[in-house]
């Protein structure tokens, strides 16, 4: 696909938010002010908005455990997701969901979902919608490497191929799940023929490469939205921190997250790239930089300072009439 | 009004919304049946209980969809649907198979609109086909509505009329929230009058079967129909009792089923499920709770014993709940001073 | 493999057996004295005895709703079998499992099962077992077409690959799930390809023929038997009867049985082959029919006359001790 | 004797009882972990509770098993290997896992006994590690003993100390039917003496934390340390309440409920799941059934609401029961008249 200015920018500044935005967290974490759980994903940019990048509202999309970049590329609000991670009543889900649990139905984020495989056979039913309503929207599903072991996965990939529905499953093989490697937990290690065997379309690419993704992405959904049904996209990619925050991390090489930072991280790549399409990017990535640097320090500060929820809110909010 | 069971009820009410709404849409294992065989022929059985025929024929297999036998992922596509503007009704041909799709009806369905803040519906409706009777032994039999009823974000229906399916299943596709709808195997031929046309009943709204002073019987499902028989036979000789049929355990109609012990002091409660944690136990503890001045004797639990059920037709027999011990009971609990 | 006639005898007896018991029950359900839902396997003889005939008692299997033929090809005596399927005290289960929970484990029959899906997993686990026991023990897995769209399924497969475990999945591909057909349902329909691609040795075969069975298993048996892991093998076959009896079969084809019955039945199969290979042998094949016959005739017999079980049966065989 | 917690009272008794019984297998998602990484190093967490450590160096990856993040083939395999002559011991990290492998615990292993005719065993124990406390929010929180104490054929525990963690985890390693063994994640740094050697700790026998006469207070896992602290303030007060920690739901020690019941005439019970269908109902139904007559007030409940579990702390900490609502409810159910 050609690409053009705007296009680099809108990018780049998408994974640099993503980006940023982990990093920071990753820092405030161990104040000990943010509670619970929280699943990183600096080192995968390239594939949230590869991904999303081809994506309107309209489209939606359905994430896992490890979801903040995912909606950030799907467009949801920074600040809103951040005062959501630390609780706050005004946060995206009102404190109530959290960083696991994060939706924004207006921009076609469906939620994260803290089940590893609760995500596909939901995001089939949104695409199984749109067939309904002729429109050419599709349905996007995030998953990882471990979860193409859970039974769900398969058996929405299944559906959707039988229904033809405009789904498509997009893989991040990270080589890990949890504590245990890919190459071990993942039988072959190959998800694309996992779900080429259902009959779908099943590519392969660099999740280094926002770039390829993004190819791989424009080839899923010419299929999916002119009716061909689902796609299946695998992609080679890997996290920067711990499984979850707090991880000790024994099962990682010596150096070898420094070595990913340093060899193929995808916003290093993405410099190089971008500067031999237009020359004169560079200050301008610089100044996005800035600009996102502030973003997230005003979207921390506003959470520190943001109100709790309080403990009547517990009760709202579980049926819509009872 | 016209005489209908509870399988025509339930086939005219799909119909009826179908139409009604064209966001309605329909889901299962052979709804229609037929796709991809020799025969090419669909409509090959319209729902192996005979609930869902016609539907494709009229409204196409866009909005009437057969699945694989994938229970989650039909679950969860009637889920991932209904959050994307969709009313979709899954069928679960038995209600054991929640057990292969329990995720997708407690953390993913039943926790949305909680979860994402609370302004997202999910108007999703699960019917479960449940219950003994058929002799199909211990994983195609129970009746686990107490599963479900303990979770926070689901409503739980149990019609036990064919009036009641057609008003109950109305308001359960019209309403925003998930709805577990459970249709009992063994009362699909059950016949009574049906209102025509739009016909629509409340949840939470329990239904005074029989009247009487004597002492109050709750009864879920198909046990409403065995203490019909009891209560009947009971008033025979003058004693006269509450029988009470909630509809809907949840939301439940706990106004109804204490106003009527503060009447009458005595509780009988009858269930087909086996008896711990059961949603016999729960009116139990709750009117322990909230009408205890009230209460004249031990509450009696009517139900399944705490074991799998068994398929021989001597065995299931002793192990549903029957008329006999539910007149047992009752006696039991008048007789109580 | 070479076959010796008593090798030829003995599958025979097998198939005869359960083609014998099924057609009889086929006919006695419609006397009503049988109850609820009974799935009958006229029609797939080749695979449950060409799978089973090389197998042990301290092999296992787990089956499937429609169990009745795996049990007897393994060894189940057709005598307790009626009798649990008419709900009798002595049947193989006391009368409390019925046609869809039947089980012995004596003879490494680990037992038929209710849900689509359910005995794979059970089965890897029988497996793990036979590898820590050092033993050469193999577990067998069957299951049809339609439970390969069970997500069950797929992690027991995966699972096996990553343990190396000797378990082997024999999927019954007879065209149907209940009333749909395997080529709406199935995506691809190709269950082979789906073992394949979690990295298994997964061969196909023709289910209407015991010799190709059987050697496909013999095959399975040696790579699994070796430790080299687990191996799928999918049989096309199919069902001479309706899913369950009472079914009234509209999805089937003009004359598609009666062809079936014709064309490639597995009995008639047989013999032709059998007579090439042991020119004399048919003179037996008809002894055994008869002696089959007298068999099944005596143990629906035994099982109208057994005594059911008794109201207090149902408090007993919860718990091993409460 | 030794100080020790429950994380160390479970780990050392799995060390225990697989020295003890090759048979004894251990399996789940990272139980020691490194597998398949680049390092390559085993034991690279040991549980990501930390319960499981030091077993595979010592005991071997054919004994101590990671698996794929496939629930249902976790507890299906426990299940199969322990129908083929182990005593399999599956973690789910999170009970709230449970959802995508109901059909394995509840039609599978809790019926095998039972269908194939009572003489089969299934020495399976199931290690659900529950609960809130942690801000995991709803999917990660949850407290649903209920489901799998409502199901005939399982067996469950709840320990709520460290020596009973030992003794209980032992006798259901040896036990030949199905075992649902809860750990509450937010218990596992409480300390106390722990019998050295072996001990056992029966199933259905209660355990009488406090006692008193004023009232009966039941309480279940973590509630029992919120339950004393209250107990032992209202005693200060010269109000003296029997605490009593069933230890196992199922099977459930009624008599020890009755008895004290019998004596004080009054029932708090204390649980961290919702309302609904709950093992408080469950006990209370049986106290109204078995008891009535020695009650003298209404049956307090005390549980979480019927809600889903948030995320912020300031909801949780309102979401789960605490010692102010258990000291109100007794306080209440005393002075009632
Ligand atoms: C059903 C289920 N099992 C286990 C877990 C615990 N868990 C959370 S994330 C995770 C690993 C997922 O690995 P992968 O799919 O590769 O995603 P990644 O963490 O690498 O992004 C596990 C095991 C869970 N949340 N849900
Ligand atoms: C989890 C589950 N879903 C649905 C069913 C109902 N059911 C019983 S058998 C069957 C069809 C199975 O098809 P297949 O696996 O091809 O086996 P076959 O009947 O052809 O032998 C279905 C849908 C079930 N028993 N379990
Ligand atoms: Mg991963
Ligand atoms: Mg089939």
Redesign the pocket.
């Known amino acids: 696909m050609t690409i053009g200015k705007d296009d680099l920018l809108r990018m780049y500044r998408q994974m640099r938010t993503i980006r940023e935005f982990e990093e920071r967290l990753h820092l405030e974490i161990q104040t000990g002010e943010i509670a619970g759980f929280t699943?990183l994903y600096s080192g995968q940019e390239a594939v949230a908005v590869g991904v999303c990048d081809l994506l309107d509202h309209a489209d939606t999309i359905v994430s896992?455990?490890?979801g903040h970049g995912h909606c950030i590329a799907k467009g949801c609000d920074v600040t809103a997701m951040m005062l959501e991670i630390y609780g706050r009543a005004d946060g995206l889900c009102n404190g109530k969901g959290g960083s696991m649990h994060i939706a924004d139905f207006e921009v076609g984020m469906l939620g994260a979902n803290?089940?590893?495989?609760g995500g596909p056979p939901i995001a089939v039913g949104a695409a199984i919608a749109a067939r309904i309503d002729n429109s050419d929207r599709v349905s996007v599903a995030f998953?990882?490497?471990?979860?193409s072991n859970?039974g769900t996965v398969f058996e929405a990939m299944n559906m959707a191929v039988v229904l033809k529905a405009p789904a498509i499953f997009v893989f991040?093989n990270?080589g890990?799940?949890?504590h245990t490697g890919?190459d071990y937990a993942v039988g072959a290690n190959d998800i694309r023929s996992r779900s080429e065997a259902f009959g779908m379309l099943s590519l392969a690419g660099d999740g280094n490469d926002v770039f390829d993704v993004r190819d791989k992405m424009a080839a899923a959904l010419k299929h999916a939205r002119a009716g061909s049904g689902p796609v299946s996209l695998e992609f080679a990619t890997q996290?920067y921190f711990g499984?979850f925050e707090g991880d000790p991390q024994r099962y990682r090489a010596k150096g070898e997250v420094d070595e990913a930072r340093t060899s193929v991280d995808c916003l290093k790549q993405f410099r190089e790239h971008a500067t031999v399409i237009a020359a004169d990017i560079s200050d301008e990535l610089d100044a996005i930089d800035k600009a996102v640097l502030e973003l997230i320090d005003s979207a921390v500060a506003t959470a520190k300072s943001a109100p709790p929820p309080t403990a009547d809110d517990v009760l709202t909010g579980v049926y819509g009439t009872y | 009004m016209a005489i209908k069971n509870i399988r025509e009820a339930i086939n005219e009410t799909l119909h009826h919304e179908m139409e009604r709404d064209p966001n309605v849409i329909v889901l299962g294992e052979d709804i229609s049946g037929g796709a991809g065989t020799p025969s090419g022929k669909r409509e090959a059985i319209g729902g192996i209980w005979g609930t869902t025929g016609g539907l494709l024929p009229k409204f196409g297999a866009e909005r009437v969809i057969d699945t694989p036998i994938s229970e989650s992922a039909i679950v969860g596509a009637a889920a991932g649907a209904s959050l994307a503007g969709k009313r979709a009704v899954a069928e679960l041909m038995f209600a054991d198979f929640i057990g292969v799709c329990f995720d997708q009806l407690y953390n993913q369905i039943a926790k949305f609109r909680y979860m994402f803040g609370g302004d997202v519906s999910c108007p999703v409706v699960i019917r479960l086909i449940y219950g003994a009777g058929m002799n199909s032994a211990a994983q195609h039999s129970q009746a686990m509505y107490s599963f479900l009823t303990a979770v926070p974000g689901l409503k739980v229906v149990t019609p036990t009329n064919a009036a009641d399916a057609k008003g109950l299943l109305t308001t359960a596709i019209r309403d925003d929230d998930p709805v577990m709808f459970f249709e009992h195997k063994a009362l699909y031929t059950k016949k009574c009058e049906v209102p025509d046309g739009e016909h629509l009943v409340p949840f939470g709204r329990a239904s005074l079967v029989r009247q009487g002073d004597a002492a109050t019987v709750v009864a879920i499902g198909r046990m409403v129909s065995f203490a019909e028989k009891t209560a009947d036979k009971l008033a025979s000789e003058g004693i006269g009792v509450d029988l009470i049929d909630p509809r809907t355990l949840s939301p439940l109609d706990e106004d109804t089923i204490i106003d009527s012990v503060e009447q009458t002091g005595r509780l009988i409660v009858v269930d087909e499920s086996p008896p711990r944690c059961s949603v016999a136990g729960d009116i139990a503890a709750t009117v322990a709770a909230k009408a205890f001045s009230s209460l004249k004797a031990p509450i009696e639990l009517v139900t399944a014993p705490h074991t799998p059920i068994p398929f021989a037709r001597e065995l299931e027999r002793a192990y549903v709940p029957g008329p006999d011990k539910i007149e047992a009971s009752i006696r039991r609990c008048v007789g109580y001073q």
Chains 1, 3 share one sequence.
């Open positions: 699943h896992t455990h490890r803290g089940i590893v495989g998953g990882g490497d471990g979860s859970q991040e990270n890990y799940g949890e890919a996290r499984h």
